[in-house]
Antibody
Framework: EVQLVESGGGFVQPGGSLRLSCVGS????????MSWVRQAPGEGLEWVAL????????YYADSVKGRFTISRDISKNTLYLQMNNLRVEDTATYYC???????WGRGTTVTVSS | DIVMTQSPLSLSVTLGQPASISCRSS???????????LNWFQQRPGQSPRRLIH???NRDSGVPDRFSGSGSGTDFTLKISRVEAEDVGVYYC?????????FGQGTKVEIK
């Protein structure tokens, strides 16, 4: 059974950077879609980045386009989210998820504040 | 972008009674392959979201059969036949028919 474990969250000042990781035990190259989804404190869910390995497509929400980069290292069973030029409004719990949300990790918290 | 609108936003239900949540999309969720990409998620307090239903009416593994999904085109419903205490939480619909995938605002379910 695949499990997803996120890490890399923390406290950062506006304009700073963080790299989130998601290790998926049992993930293989046959897991075609991997994503990052975030949830601001007390708010709803926002799908921020999608990596479609099968088709080689990457998609970003407008709110993070040009600042966030999703990538994957199959040899390490790991999904990444490089977050640059962070803003206060990026403060959220970040979850990784497979496919169309069939499996989620427990999340990692990012706080952007001066 | 497709806008997903849920109603009600809050629901107070007596244990053992049914509950129903509506989700409407601003455009059809039918993909070119003929499938309809509408999903339902449950988020219990302090937990990650969990998918309950995919493609309108298909229950995910381990989801109790008191949960059911229905609908077509732009109009969808999640029903809980008999609410139990463990069903407390927020329920979201999500479309995955085109990018960006978008969620509804969420419906908070509590026990009366």
């Amino acid at each position: 059974e695949v499990q997803l474990v996120e890490s890399g969250g923390g406290f950062v000042q506006p304009g700073g950077s963080l790299r989130l990781s998601c290790v998926g035990s049992g993930l293989t190259s046959n897991t075609p879609w991997m994503s990052w989804v975030r949830q601001a404190p007390g708010e709803g869910l926002e799908w921020v980045a999608l990596l479609n390995v099968a088709e080689g497509h990457i998609y970003y929400a407008d709110s993070v386009k040009g600042r966030f980069t999703i990538s994957r290292d199959i040899s390490k069973n790991t999904l990444y989210l490089q977050m640059n030029n962070l803003r206060v409004e990026d403060t959220a719990t970040y979850y990784c998820a497979t496919d169309r949300g069939s499996l989620w990790g427990r999340g990692t918290t990012v706080t952007v504040s001066s | 972008d497709i806008v997903m609108t849920q109603s009600p936003l809050s629901l107070s239900v007596t244990l053992g009674q049914p509950a129903s949540i509506s989700c409407r999309s601003s455009q059809s969720l039918v993909f070119s392959d003929g499938d309809t990409y509408l999903n339902w998620f449950q988020q219990r307090p302090g937990q990650s979201p969990r998918r309950l239903i995919h493609q309108v009416s298909n229950r995910d593994s381990g989801v109790p059969d008191r949960f059911s999904g229905s609908g077509s085109g732009t109009d969808f419903t999640l029903k809980i036949s008999r609410v139990e205490a463990e069903d407390v939480g927020v329920y979201y619909c999500l479309h995955t028919v085109q990018w960006p995938w978008t969620f509804g605002q969420g419906t908070k379910v509590e026990i009366k």
